[in-house]
């Protein structure tokens, strides 16, 4: 009997966990499985499941603020569907989420619940009014912008979307990537990316508009060869330099202004910073004159352009070496010579004289010329007919640390003998 009674026992508990493995089967079998945020708005979150057990189940989702906290069922009915909205949700936020499975509609016992799944709602848009630049230079611009509660980071793009153009920053301001003389306008997204899934949700982009880069370097900056020198020491209204420039005629922005420097020849001194919404300056202070008479000078210019918070300014321009003209001074010797003195030029190593017997008003004519030494600072003229516009120019060369400079021809003179 006793054997009988333990056959029995044996028999019933192999019976029970049959059916407690064949339990857990079925559980494992008809869980819900690949749970997944599908989207993420400032307002609800969508998610959807798979169910591997063949059958039609039927589920609820429960969520929570915390992994660990209370969970609330989103509805208080069971549904077949394999994916759910949860509504009424926080912008910015982050939650967790459960899914129950169910063997019937009248079943109230779940015979399988999920783990954990984190889900995050997107952040409010940025204010498109917080967009400003605050910073620009020749190959890039800075924005920045308020920032919004519950972003883990921000993804901006410059002009038209492309992706190419997308940059993601954690912070709320970004350094893109820009070309000189060019106006921009960015869109910001801000997001709230989930840690544990790596699902992002985004807000709906904002927009801001006319960032610019620095504008490009000024052209031609007191270039004589460019019209971008006037200087004629003989003149009492131009006895003073005046720099001329233009603007890069690709640059889609205009400067709001320039910054020159000037130096003395040899650049070792500066002699005055000026600024100007111009495309010209004139150094006519007595002071800087007195500096730069018969000697010249060194200059650069940069341009600059305002824009929010940012002042955005050009690469320098390359050092122009300036050297004057020599401030020549003629005097009739006879009724067909006409003698040309000048002060000398300071390291002159040598005068060019350029003379021509045909050219008045206009310096169309034949220029012949003759080089002079260091020390000359006269010449007489032979062979000049009476009452005949004839034309004189000086052009010096000098040497400024080694290098040998030569002035531009910016004016002439003329006038004839009787």
């Known amino acids: 009997m006793r054997r009988e009674r333990t056959f029995k026992k044996s028999l019933l508990f192999l019976a029970i966990m049959s059916i407690m493995i064949f339990a857990m089967s079925i559980t494992a079998s008809a869980a819900a499985t690949n749970i997944k945020q599908t989207e993420g708005t400032e307002r609800y979150v969508e998610l959807s499941w798979d169910s591997s057990n063949g059958r039609a189940d039927r589920y609820k989702v429960y969520y929570s603020t915390s992994e660990n906290g209370k969970y609330t069922a989103v509805t208080d009915y069971t549904s077949s569907s394999t994916s759910k909205m949860i509504r009424d949700l926080n912008a910015g936020s982050t ?3 459960k899914v129950a499975s169910y063997s019937s509609y009248n079943s109230s016992t779940a015979y399988s619940v999920s783990a954990p799944v984190q889900v995050v709602t997107a952040p409010i848009s940025v204010n498109s009014d917080s967009i400003l630049q605050t910073a620009g230079t020749p190959s890039s611009f800075t924005v920045g912008w308020s920032k919004v509660v519950g972003a883990t980071g921000y993804i901006v793009t410059k002009d038209n979307g492309s992706s190419k153009a997308s940059k993601k ?5 970004a350094a893109i990537k820009a070309t000189a003389g ?7 997204v801000a997001y709230r990316k989930a840690p544990k899934t790596g699902f992002v949700a985004k807000s709906y982009s904002s927009t801001g508009y006319g960032m610019k880069s620095s504008p490009s370097t000024p052209m031609y900056f007191a270039d004589a ?11 009492s209204s131009k006895a003073y330099p005046t720099l001329y420039w233009t603007v890069n005629p690709n640059d889609k922005t205009s400067p709001d202004g320039y910054q020159i420097e000037i130096y003395t020849v040899d650049g070792k001194k500066k002699i005055t910073t000026a600024k100007t919404s111009r495309k010209n300056i ?15 000078f060194k200059a650069r210019i940069r341009a600059y352009i305002k824009n929010d918070k940012a002042t955005c300014v050009s690469k320098w321009s390359a050092m122009r070496t300036v050297i004057p003209q020599a401030s020549i001074k003629i005097t009739a010797s006879s009724h067909t010579s006409a003698m040309v003195k000048w002060p000398k030029v300071a390291n002159a190593t040598k005068y060019i004289i350029y003379v021509s017997r045909d050219s008045g008003y206009s ?27 004839f034309g004189v120019y000086v052009i010096p060369v000098v040497k400024v640390k080694g290098k040998a400079y030569k002035a531009y021809k910016t004016w002439y003179t003329y006038t004839y003998v009787y």
Request: hydrophobic share 25%.
């Open 363 to 389: 310096d169309s004519g034949h220029w012949a010329k003759k080089e002079l030494s260091a020390s000359t600072t006269s010449y007489n003229i032979k062979g000049l007919t009476k009452w005949k516009d």
């Open 182 to 188: 060019n106006r921009y306008n960015v869109n910001v």
């Open 95 to 97: 939650y967790y989420i």
């Open 169 to 173: 920053v954690s912070t709320n301001k």
């Open 282 to 296: 004139s150094i006519a202070s007595a002071s800087s004159n007195k500096l730069i008479k018969n000697k010249g």
């Open 225 to 235: 060869t460019k019209g971008g020198l006037s200087w004629t020491p003989t003149s």
